[in-house]
């Protein structure tokens, strides 16, 4: 394999992660060799926060020649499902990675049994019957060291027995543990004898009934690196405290597995870097998945939840997700981003590659007294300015349009630059109309507008001879009353009021009394008005739109076509608006 040296790599901008890596082959650690691992717990779908780490696992792996494995963290059997491993699949793909292997914790149960029995047998791990009230008052706090464990100094023999039965399937859950044999007074309270295995007696979706205690995170996680090969093992900062565990683990495991490679050239190296938090949407899966379970939202991928399946249906595309990563940055430091930098992301990117397309969403009908009835005009519309070899689409112009209600005001003042008694708009890609002074709509027994009326100014069209004609009204939008579709569209706000969802959330219920938030906290900073359904029109053109065609409303936002629409039943998700109207209208 060829491996470009790190002198040749050309980057903008160099993360320390990868300053580091290298250093590292520089100096030729790892022969020269790059593999890294994304390692998800299949327990509920990847969000945006694990695009920050896909991003880097795999731009790194591939940027240096180097291989990234999909390693599924499957440690847990109570909260973990096939559903899971399929979507993480899926968005790791559409991401546009691709993984060297697919790997689970589960596929080394064997193998971590093993290193333990044999760490049993040389004293440094020992089964504990306390209960893990007893064990957790035993710990002490960083100042103070901690209490030893009754069990601590058993006989090997007894350990090993009651290991064995840990995994006997009749083992009552809590009874017992495995815990590492380090030191309980350790200023790092993770080395005040970690627990390595519990028992949970559940069937396991891959490996069935073979197992019935299961290894613990710091336990498994290190050693998958070290069997795997991982050269560097990139995680978040809440992990810069177990590094020296995670370093102990892996010696532990080259001494009693004997290895002969020199452990200080192949040690896979922990890197913690920045987690991602976004303003206005709360990460984490245990909360998504309160969210889905309470039916707050539909599902995972619902449009509204920060996971990629959601931004997927909602219409950013990989690019804008990968372009914002990149922007913000891996560092040292808790960061919370703005929401708002991210939506300019995803509009700078569908700038360049959504096709303009015109959408009535509060249609009211525009009638132009003079063209005939039934007569009809095709235009070629322009797909994207931004892109001229997108190409045009087919329009139909005739005499009964419809366009937006708020386009059109009786008594319009003066800095008003649409329709209104005697003003003048151009219709998109066609006329010059103008209303008149008087008989200019209908209305309804309540005084509702039903119909406007206009006039279309000959020959202002395009390349025609009136064409420059100078006007004070706007452009608007507008579709043929014959030549349309109904469609629904999906107009999405904000799940969350407050800015910094996980802060708040969390204080409110501390409050409460609680020491997890659960559904009622929650409800007390969701946005009740975060999903608007409309009937609209929109142009023919899109009778046969499919999901993840990125699309502009003119003058509305940028949408796309949600899952659920068929030929039938058009089903529009607005991505985001076409400027930040948040800002303002929340300030
Ligand atoms: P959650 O707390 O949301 O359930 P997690 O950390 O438990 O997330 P895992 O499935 O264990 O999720 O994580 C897989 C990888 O993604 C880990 O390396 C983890 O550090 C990383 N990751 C998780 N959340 C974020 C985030 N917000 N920003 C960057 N990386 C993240
Ligand atoms: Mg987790």
Redesign the pocket.
């Known amino acids: 394999m060829d491996i470009e040296k790190p002198e040749e790599v050309k980057s903008e901008s160099v993360s320390f992660v990868e300053e580091i890596l290298k250093n590292d082959l520089a100096e030729g650690k790892n022969g020269g060799k790059v593999q890294t691992r994304?390692?998800?717990?299949?327990?509920?779908y990847?969000?945006?926060?694990?695009?920050?780490?896909?991003a880097i696992?795999f731009g790194l792996a591939k940027k240096y020649g180097g291989v990234c494995n999909l390693r599924l963290?499957d440690t847990n059997p109570q909260k973990e499902d096939i559903e899971y491993v399929n979507a993480i699949k899926r968005d790791i793909e559409w991401l546009g990675f691709k993984w060297g292997n697919i790997l689970y914790a589960s596929d080394y149960f064997q193998k971590l049994w093993d290193l333990a029995v044999e760490l049993i047998k040389q004293g440094k791990a020992y089964v504990d019957e306390q209960t893990s009230e007893q064990i957790a008052a035993q710990k002490g706090t960083p100042t103070q060291p901690g209490t030893e464990s009754p069990y601590r100094n058993r006989p090997v023999e007894e350990s090993l027995r009651l290991f064995n039965e840990m995994n006997s399937g009749n083992m009552e859950p809590g009874k017992m543990v495995l815990r590492a044999k380090i030191d309980m007074a350790n200023p790092n309270m993770h080395f005040r004898d970690p627990i390595m295995y519990r028992v949970l007696n559940m069937p396991h979706w891959r490996t069935g009934n073979k197992w019935n205690a299961y290894p613990m995170y710091d336990y498994t996680h290190g050693q998958c690196d070290y069997w795997e090969g991982v050269t560097h093992s990139?995680?978040?900062l809440?992990?810069v405290s177990h590094r020296p565990l995670y370093d102990l683990f892996v010696d532990w495991a080259k001494q009693v597995g004997g290895d002969d490679k020199p452990l200080d050239d192949n040690r896979p190296r922990q890197i913690e870097?920045?987690?991602?938090?976004l303003t206005h949407i709360l990460?984490?899966?245990?909360?998504?998945l309160i969210l889905v379970k309470e039916g707050v939202v539909n599902g995972w991928d619902d449009p509204r939840m920060p996971t990629i399946s959601g931004f997927r249906r909602r219409g950013y595309s990989p690019e804008s997700i990968l372009n914002f990563i990149d922007k913000i940055g891996y560092t040292k430091f808790d960061a919370l981003n703005q929401m708002s930098l991210f939506e300019s992301a995803v509009r700078d990117d569908l700038n360049k590659r959504a096709k303009r397309v015109s959408a009535v969403l509060d249609p009211v009908k525009l009638v132009l007294t003079n063209i005939a009835e039934g007569a009809v005009e095709e235009y070629d519309a322009i797909n994207n300015p931004e892109n001229p070899e997108d190409g045009t689409h087919k329009v139909k112009f005739t005499r009964e349009l419809w366009i937006e209600r708020d386009d059109f005001m009786e008594d319009a003042p003066k800095k008003f630059f649409r329709l209104g008694p005697g003003k003048e708009v151009r219709l998109k890609n066609s006329y010059i109309i103008r209303c008149p002074e008087e008989n200019f709509c209908k209305k309804d027994a309540d005084g509702n507008v039903v119909e406007i009326y206009a006039e279309v100014i000959p020959e202002t069209k395009t390349g025609e001879a009136n064409s420059d004609m100078k006007i004070k009204g706007k452009t608007i939008h507008w579709v043929s009353c014959d030549n349309c579709l109904e469609a629904e569209v999906r107009n999405y706000d904000r799940l969350w009021m407050v800015e910094n969802p996980r802060d708040e959330v969390a204080a409110y219920s501390k409050e409460q009394g609680k020491d997890r938030i659960d559904i009622d906290d929650m409800r007390k900073f969701i946005n009740p008005n975060s999903l608007e359904v409309k009937k609209a029109y929109v142009e023919e053109c899109l009778a046969d739109a499919k999901p993840l065609d990125y699309l502009q409303f003119q003058r509305i936002g940028y949408y796309n076509v949600d899952m659920d629409s068929t030929p039938d039943h058009l089903v529009f998700n607005r991505t985001v608006g076409l400027k930040d109207t948040w800002a303002k209208v929340n300030k």
Do not use: M, Q, V, W
């Open positions: 994304f390692p998800p717990e299949p327990n509920g990847l969000h945006i926060g694990h695009a920050k780490a896909i696992d963290d990139l995680c978040t809440e992990f870097f920045n987690k991602l938090n990460l984490s899966k245990r909360n998504l």
